[in-house]
């Protein structure tokens, strides 16, 4: 069994700041990748940020010079800290986590809201 945690959601205003955090835990060999996911209320489930194994980062165009992912790889745990938040940010932000036998697992969401 494979546990993914995510915990960090919050309401804060416009311009404000939030960090997200993601735990992997149980039975899981190795990670190819892991990333944050944001589902806004009516809309599909789209990528933000993710790292691959090799540590390189990919943001959505949406979310650069705002967001930063960072990895404990010792811990299996990734942040998202998010700066500078707007309204269009409002969503429920998913953790996900690939295992290199091509296993998959999401956590459960923590909500962000962004006040305008």
């Known amino acids: 069994q494979v546990q993914v945690v995510e915990s960090g959601g919050g309401l804060v205003q416009t311009g404000g700041s939030l960090t997200l955090a993601c735990a992997a835990s149980g039975s899981i060999a190795s990670i190819d990748t892991m990333g944050w996911y944001r589902q806004p209320p009516g809309k599909q489930r789209d990528l933000v940020a993710g790292i691959a194994r090799g540590g390189r980062i990919i943001y959505v165009d949406s979310v650069k010079g705002r967001f930063t992912l960072s990895k404990d790889n010792a811990k299996n745990m990734v942040y998202l800290q998010m700066n500078s938040l707007k309204p269009e940010d409002t969503a429920v932000y998913f953790c996900?986590?690939?295992?290199?036998?091509?296993?998959?697992?999401w956590g459960q969401g923590t909500q962000v809201t962004v006040s305008s």
């Open positions: 996900n986590v690939d295992g290199s036998k091509g296993d998959h697992y």
